[in-house]
């Protein structure tokens, strides 16, 4: 049972560069999220989705993108890495009403 | 008022102790409540949802309150285990709104 996959794990980037983290769920949840997590801090939310098609933006969006073409995958694009992105990368899932599962996190570092 | 609001500690008990957090919600409309624990570097997991009756799994007893707003979690006969952060979050529900979280109450038990 997989739940909430996210790829990849680590990575480290230079300034300027893009990079497309990807996650996907098995468990047909309509919504599903993209926090960050810097050190020490709470989670912010990136963007959201609630099913495939639809997006909005969380309260953090600014230097993302993200796209939900099926209900199972909803990656997140970062355009042109700043050190301000280094960060712990979470996606999670879960349906309208329920508890959220969460993917395992990427850790990204921008140099 | 922030959406969620909790204490951010950190609460340093002994072994064996009982400890409570509280955590306040602003939105009347919530329907759901969780929380949370996060260990250090890792993923958020779902400790328990919390029900209007009030609910308890093992040293573990959560609250609600509706008509002050707020939410608790009770540990009883803390473990160092127990160390971690506890996250408290609120799901609406209602139209396209993600869930909540609080920025999290820290814990340490200690020997």
């Known amino acids: 049972n997989a739940g909430v996959t996210q790829t990849p794990k680590f990575r480290i980037l230079k300034i300027g560069q893009s990079m497309t983290l990807q996650c996907t769920q098995d468990m047909n949840h309509n919504y599903m999220y993209w926090y960050r997590q810097d050190p020490g801090m709470g989670l912010k939310l990136i963007y959201y989705?609630?099913?495939?098609?639809?997006?909005d933006k969380g309260e953090v969006p600014n230097g993302y993108n993200v796209s939900r073409s099926t209900t199972e995958d909803f990656p997140l694009r970062l355009e042109l890495a700043a050190p301000s992105q280094t960060s712990v990368y979470f996606c999670?899932?879960?349906?309208?009403?329920?508890?959220?599962?969460f993917g395992q996190g990427t850790r990204l570092t921008v140099v | 008022r922030k959406e969620v609001e909790q204490d951010p500690g950190p609460f340093n008990v002994p072994e064996g102790a009982t400890v409570a957090f509280n955590c306040t919600y602003s939105n009347s409309a919530s329907q759901s409540f969780f929380w949370y624990r996060q260990d250090c570097r890792k993923e958020p997991k779902l400790l328990m949802s919390v029900y209007s009756s009030g609910n308890e799994d093992g040293r573990f007893t959560a609250q609600l309150n509706r008509a002050s707003q707020y939410i608790s979690l009770l540990i009883r006969d803390s473990k160092l285990s127990d160390s971690a952060t506890y996250l408290c979050v609120v799901n609406t529900a209602s139209g396209n709104t993600p869930l909540v979280f609080g920025k999290g109450t820290r814990l340490s038990v200690i020997a």
């Open positions: 989705s609630v099913g495939a098609g639809i997006t």
């Open positions: 999670a899932s879960s349906y309208p009403t329920d508890s959220a599962f």
